[in-house]
């Protein structure tokens, strides 16, 4: 109100940015994308490439979130231009590793790393870059890669003091998914800590909350245990539609549903993920989606209340994964489709 009482363009597109990334932490997408568009066209007009980069940095968060990458990319690649004419080394790394992300959604992993590595030169201990770097290496099957990059993450959380601070978050969520992908669980006690020290602090804003949610998801998963996944399922259930800390949240809801015994419910979220990962674009993603459902139908098969085509959709939705799996060069998952597939073929 000041700033446009005092005709400061600005002051304005200062307070929109500031808007945009409150915003962001609140998890409400639609305002940041509508605060950071608004920053964007009054940073053009005054000039000033470092509210204006941050800014397409702001919005491509929000639009990567709502599963509008083609969008994300080029307010990413804006950002990551204007970043590097303003010399700031920390936002051109955060905004490099948006991009880094981009690529590997759309299954590019040659360009995943290069620009990782870029980020990763410019901030060798941003957790926002150590935690999707790990989570790629491991996704492509070059764990000791990843054992390399999540070592750096760790040393980088135990360097942390308590309180919410996102490398106490990216921990708590990236750990459990990698698990997830390894089947090695012998990390759960870190990523329980992490996500203990975050919310033991209280105020804790609602992207590291959901951050720390999602990885105690898919532990809950791992472990069969109910009673937590129906705890992570109430957390998480408002945040359907969506792509937050390294995994769809309809897909973990599904995963939940399984666990909790909901079979129906779980289909239900699945179906849900495969229409937010194929509209996105968001390749790795629909891989991992189309085996879990897939197993899904399985296991309702095996219950004796399979519904008609569960089996052949099924075979199609391995087939999928495989597919995909084969060709971004996921070799766990490749590995984890195959065996299922023989399963079903028995």
Known sequence: VIARREGDRRLEAVVLLNMASTNLFSLDFPQVLDDALAAIELARRTGD?????????????????????????????????????????????????????????????????????????????????????????????????????LGRLLEAMRDTPPGPFLQHAVTAAVVPVIARITGDSGRFEVAEEAAETMLAQGGVPAIMAVSSSVGLAFMAVERGDISAAKEQYTALESRRGAMLTYAATDRVLGLLSVTMGDLDQAAAHFDEGLAFCRKAGHRPELAWTCCDYADLLRERASTGSAQAGDREQAVALYDESLQIATEVGMRPLMERVLSRKDILGA
């Open 49 to 149: 490439p470092s509210i204006e980069g941050h800014s397409h940095f702001l919005a491509s968060g929000a639009l990567n979130a709502m599963g509008r990458f083609e969008e994300a990319r080029g307010h990413s690649e804006a950002s990551v231009t204007l970043a590097e004419k303003h010399r700031h080394p920390g936002r051109s790394s955060q905004a490099l590793n948006q991009r880094a992300m981009l690529s590997w959604a759309a299954g590019d992993l040659d360009d995943a790393r290069r620009l990782s590595d870029r980020a990763l030169d410019l901030w060798p201990k941003s957790p926002l870059a150590l935690a999707p770097r790990s989570l790629i290496e491991y996704e492509v099957g070059s764990f000791e890669e990843g054992e390399i990059f």
